[in-house]
């Protein structure tokens, strides 16, 4: 990634006015430009989609500073495409007890605390990251060293994404308060299946977002 585009990742250039890319372009040797731009209305949301046909149908007549503004734009393309790759388009926790009386029975009242994974989608991958934390019961031990694993899953080699319920033990079915647990079941290609836990209800829409982003990125690989 060049310098001019990781700066660009934290700017809203989409946002940008004619008369803000004008000036941007000023910014970068090309005012002579900035009022050709600006009259014709090309605004930051769209910069990107300007080519080498749009600059000479706007009057861009040197082969040189044709080049130039259109490597001047590839920075905020690549930018946009990077933003693109980086929103997180869903996030999550692992549910890890149907109830809080399970929590409570399992944890021994709190005493021993599990870390949930933390789920997150983007627009090329899904991330899993599990985390540990060092505990003397209750009590995070700073002195002891801890850490956390990504796994990341490149959307592109999803094959399916199932869904198991799970029912709770027939202690938990007692309790009013109980929230049967599902499975969400990514299965990748030539590598083992990678579970996701959510309550239910909650793990069928993670499935339909993730085979939702799965279905666009196979699309964009065959096109």
Not at 84 to 99: D, P, Q, R, T, V
Not at 174 to 194: A, S, T
């Amino acid at each position: 990634m060049s310098d001019r585009t990781g700066t660009l990742l934290d700017i809203d250039f989409s946002s940008w006015d004619a008369k803000k890319l004008a000036d941007y372009l000023s910014q970068n040797g090309l005012g002579d430009y900035s009022e050709l731009f600006e009259s014709n209305n090309v605004t930051g949301s769209i910069a990107h989609l300007i080519d080498r046909e749009k600059l000479k149908e706007m009057g861009v007549t040197k082969v040189g500073d044709r080049l130039r503004i259109l490597q001047l734009l590839g920075s905020l393309k690549a930018a946009k495409m990077q933003q693109k790759e980086e929103e997180i388009l869903w996030k999550g926790k692992e549910a890890l007890y149907a109830s809080c009386c399970e929590a409570m029975y399992e944890t021994c009242c709190g005493l021993f605390p599990r870390t949930p994974s933390e789920y997150r989608l983007h627009a090329n991958h899904l991330a899993i990251k599990e985390i540990t934390i060092p505990r003397c019961g209750p009590i995070r031990c700073c002195c002891l060293s801890g850490g956390y694993f990504i796994d990341n899953i490149d959307l592109s080699n999803v094959t399916d994404v199932d869904v198991q319920g799970i029912k709770p033990g027939c202690i938990c079915q007692v309790f009013c308060c109980v929230k049967n647990l599902e499975n969400v079941i990514v299965k990748v290609e030539c590598q083992k299946d990678r579970v996701m836990v959510q309550h239910e209800g909650k793990g069928q829409i993670v499935s339909t977002k993730i085979k939702n982003q799965v279905e666009i990125m196979q699309r964009m690989e065959r096109s």
